[in-house]
Every structure is written in C-alpha cells, then in structure tokens.
C-alpha cells in the first residue's frame, strides 16, 4: 500500500500551475481549525433515508489495477501519531481482500487555502479529471461539494443500518439537500469540564454560574460558544426574518458574558481566547476548576487528570445541548468502477467494530453509537458523552457562519471592555449583520 503518493500531489501542483491556478506550499500544511459557527437541525426536510434494492454488483478487474486515491488530513491517514497503525493494517487488509485494488491516502491540510475542500474546488473548475475518488472533509464544509455537485448519494452503496446506526445529529450531517451524501465517521463537541475536588455539583444554567464566584475558563471571544448560546435560545441565522427576536436573544448572551466578568466568574485569561482549544490548558494546569472544552481534548489527555468530569456546557435554562460537527467520508467519483471500490472500502472503515478500535486508538469519538459503545471509554465519561451526542445541535457550516462572526466578536469585546452595554452591542450587531 502507498501510504502517501507525493507524486500525485506534485503532479497536480504543477498541472494547476499550467492552468493559472494558485498553489498551496507544497507539502500541504496542517492548518489550525477556524474558530466559526455552526447550523440547527432543519426539522422540515425529506424523510430519513428507506432501505434501497441493491443496484447491480459492479466486478472489479483484477486484470487491471485500480489505485484509490482518497484524500485525507493527517490525523485520519496511517501515518498519523494516534491510531494511524490501526489504519495501515486496515487498508491492507482491505487490499489482500481485492485483488488489484490499492489505497493511495494522499495528505492535505484540513482547511484553508491548500486545504482539502480549497483544493477540491479547484480541480472541478479547471481539471475536474484529476479529482480524488473520495475524502474525508469537515463536516461544515460538506455545502460547499453539494453546491459543486460533488458529492455522490450513497442510499446504493451502503446497507441502510449505517445510516440508522449513527448518532442523531450525524444522521442530519448525513443528509445534504436531503440525500445520503456522506458517511460521517466521527464527531466532536465541547463540554463542560469540572475538577470533583474542587466543585461538587457542575452548575447547569447561567443562573447557577453566577450564584458564586467558581470561576469558570470558556472562550469568550469563540463564535463557538457564542453560536450556541444563540441558536438554544432561538436564535436564527436569517436575523432579517425576526429581528427584534434575535437581537433580543444575543442581548441575552451579552448580558450573560458581561455578568460573568462582573461576577468574577469569567477566568481573565480566557476572556479574549478564541476556541475551546486554548482554554484546555487552563483545566489541564490547575488554573480553572470549570471549563468548556472540547471532547477530543479531554480524550487525549484522559489520563493526566483522574478528578476531571464532565457536564453538559450551562445554558439559559439548563437544557443539556451542545454544538456537533464531525469529519465524514465522502464519495467523488461517478466511474462505476471506482465508485465501487470507493464505497467498498468506506464498509471496511465504517464497521462498528473496527471503527471502536481506532477511535479509541485515536482518541475521537465514533459517530455510530454500536462503535461508541465499543470504544472504551470510562462509563461515567462515556454516558455523559453519549448523551449530548444524541442530543446536540448540528453545527452550522462555516460559509453560513461567516456573516456573523465578525459582528459577534465585536460585540462581545465592546461589552466585556465596558465600551457597550449589553443592548446597545446587540444593536449594532444586528445592524451590521442586516446591512
């Protein structure tokens, strides 16, 4: 097996410089993950998915030698730090399973320019011919490859218990423009994280933040955790439908920031980060005996904190919600051969029972609850965890975040820096966004 084929990368590099096309550094940086917002679950679309008559078995030539390339970031390839042996033995289980068929993951940066999805557009508009046969893509940038027209239904490909077999929120990721388009394969979300020694009962709504002075490390300045205090509390991303609703509703969420820094709740150090990643540290080292984290975090540093717990993030009214995206699978190929052999080997990844094993080699939640239920996790952890999965609100994608973003953060600086009110901040947000 080709682990990584810098060849083919170089190749296309070259033949997008032909074209006049911009080049991302060549190999592809790891870029850091944007700190955006996320989408509601849409309650009016097509029904979920129904079992499908299988089409006609496509017969792989064993004659001819297929190359799968998939494009993947680094953490999902067999060279990656945490479970990448686990892949590796996988794929080439896969290929001494059939005959002629080699997997080629080929490296790219996650986001960005350079990036998978960057890339990906591209190539549709200049060379669609040189597309990869299948990726694995952050699930809020799957709207940019249903618009393109990339992304290929899998109701034929895959039996219909994948698709029931996922968590809630994966099954609404599943669905773009309400076709089976993508097989998510893990998910993430933030949480509330608490020291037991130091907090005996984790505090389930703002209320119940502000009746003491705990003080509590969430990224202030992350749309993030702005996004999902605003969509619970009825928020919509189309503000000029009702906008005396939500400016009302992050007024709400302003007033809350400003009475936490009052309150000397709010740690001052996370006041001006920008993602939950930045504000794990501050658990980790002692500083803080609450935060909101993300789960991945505190899966890959489990160990080193043997009185952590975890508790749905506090909201409004003490609803346990939190924000989910994940990283799907998805088919770009329409040759019926290597669309075959695409959808055979996203089987092999997507069964429950290996699925558990790498997830939990690499510390990431599975999407589909028989691996969750493998994996390993502790069992107060993994309830907690399930739970909120079940449960969570699916994260909107960045493109419909990005009108938003910077009108959130501006308010939320002005009211924490005390040069706004909480009212007049959600104004001018308002007013920005509508414009």
């Not at 658990?283 to 935060?291: D, I, K």
Request: with cysteine; net charge negative; charged share 15%.
């Amino acid at each position: 097996m080709r682990a990584w084929n810098m060849l083919v990368s170089a190749g296309m590099v070259l033949l997008l410089a032909a074209c006049g096309a911009p080049a991302p550094p060549f190999p592809s940086p790891v870029l850091a993950t944007p700190d955006v917002v996320a989408t509601p679950p849409v309650l009016n679309e097509p029904a979920f998915p129904t079992r499908t008559l299988p089409t006609p078995a496509v017969e792989l030539d064993a004659a001819q030698p297929l190359t799968l390339m998939l494009w993947v970031p680094e953490e999902f390839a067999p060279g990656a730090e945490r479970g990448g042996d686990i892949l590796e033995a996988r794929a080439a289980a896969f290929e001494a399973a059939h005959s002629g068929v080699t997997v080629n993951y080929v490296l790219k940066a996650p986001y960005g320019k350079g990036g998978i999805v960057d890339w990906l557009m591209q190539l549709q508009e200049l060379m669609p011919e040189r597309l990869p046969d299948a990726a694995i893509v952050d699930s809020r940038e799957l709207d940019q490859l249903e618009k393109l027209g990339l992304l290929q239904p899998l109701n034929h490909d895959l039996p219909s218990g994948a698709f029931w077999d996922l968590f809630a929120p994966a099954q609404l990721i599943a669905r773009q423009g309400g076709v089976w388009s993508n097989q998510p394969l893990v998910l993430d979300v933030e949480h509330l994280l608490y020291d037991t020694k130091r907090v005996p009962t984790p505090p389930a709504t703002w209320q119940a933040v502000l009746a003491d002075r705990t003080e509590f490390a969430f990224a202030a300045d992350s749309t993030d955790t702005f996004l999902l205090h605003y969509l619970e509390n009825g928020g919509s991303l189309s503000p000029a439908e009702h906008p005396a609703l939500d400016s009302g509703v992050m007024q709400a969420v302003l007033d809350y920031y400003q009475r936490t820094r009052a309150n000397g709740n709010l740690n001052e150090a996370a006041a001006m980060m920008k993602s939950a990643r930045e504000v794990f540290p501050l658990f980790l080292g002692g500083q803080a005996p609450l935060a909101q984290v993300r789960a991945r975090d505190y899966l890959s540093e489990r160990t080193r904190m043997p009185n952590a717990a975890a508790a749905p993030i506090p909201t409004r009214d003490g609803r346990a919600t939190t924000l989910a995206s994940g990283w799907s699978y998805v088919i770009l190929t329409s040759n019926p051969a290597r669309r075959r052999a695409a959808a055979d080997y996203l089987e092999w990844l997507n069964d429950a029972e290996f699925l558990a094993q790498w997830t939990q080699a690499a510390r990431l939640a599975p999407a589909r609850k028989s691996a969750f239920a493998q994996a390993g996790m502790a069992p107060e952890y993994a309830d907690a965890l399930s739970k909120l999965l079940e449960n969570a609100i699916v994260a909107p994608s960045f493109s419909a975040q990005a009108p938003y973003a910077s009108a959130w953060h501006t308010a939320v600086q002005a009211v924490l820096n005390g040069q706004l009110s909480p009212e007049d901040a959600a104004f001018r947000a308002l007013q920005t966004i509508t414009q």
